[in-house]
């Protein structure tokens, strides 16, 4: 049984940030896919995108999660928005859905220190209107990957960390 467990949500809902503190508190390691991919590939994921489109990046998401489920325990595994699609999903963990509306993504990033990096790095919220869409069409989606479904919108960190640690005990 393995002991990792796997942050999946909408992009910008926080999952990088709640790995690297949740971490912290419990001692585990933490990595992020696009962060695993990035360093394989040598580029961005915006650049990945731009080159090589959108079903290559998904490829390399295929290859990261097994890599991931071979190679790796006792990790918090952040994820990019659509990594929870990858096969065996919950064979690499425990799998825990950050939730939140969308307009409550959109606030919280507009409201980081670095907003315009981060919208910039994320290419499909490029067009707000298919980004909504997308939102809608993930959703139901993630609640039904997710093992255990913790509500972000309008919590501080220390809070989501919290429930977290509770739900998983």
Same mark, same amino acid.
């Given at each position: ?23 912290? @508190?419990? $001692? ?11 360093? /394989? %590939?040598?580029? &961005? =994921? ?44 919950? @064979?690499? $963990? ?11 993504? /959109? %606030?919280?990033? &507009? =409201? ?58």
């Amino acid at each position: 049984m393995t002991t990792n467990l796997i942050l999946i949500g909408f992009m910008g809902v926080g999952k990088g940030t709640v790995a690297r503190a949740l971490a912290r @508190k419990s $001692g585990m390691f933490g990595v992020d896919s696009d962060d695993l991919i990035e360093s /394989i %590939e040598n580029r &961005k =994921v915006k650049t990945i995108f731009e080159e090589d489109g959108e079903d290559y990046f998904r490829d390399m998401e295929k290859k990261t999660a097994k890599w991931l489920s071979q190679n790796v325990t006792n990790t918090i595994i952040s994820t990019g928005g659509g990594f929870f699609k990858v096969d065996d999903l919950n @064979k690499i $963990g425990k799998v825990i859905y950050l939730k939140s509306s969308f307009e409550g993504i /959109i %606030e919280r990033l &507009k =409201v980081q220190p670095n907003a315009k990096q981060k919208f910039n790095k994320r290419p499909l919220l490029k067009d707000m209107a298919k980004a909504k869409e997308l939102f809608f069409e993930r959703a139901p989606q993630y609640e039904a990957k997710a093992d255990i479904i913790i509500n972000v919108e309008n919590q501080n960190l220390n809070k989501i960390i919290d429930n977290i640690l509770e739900e998983i005990k």
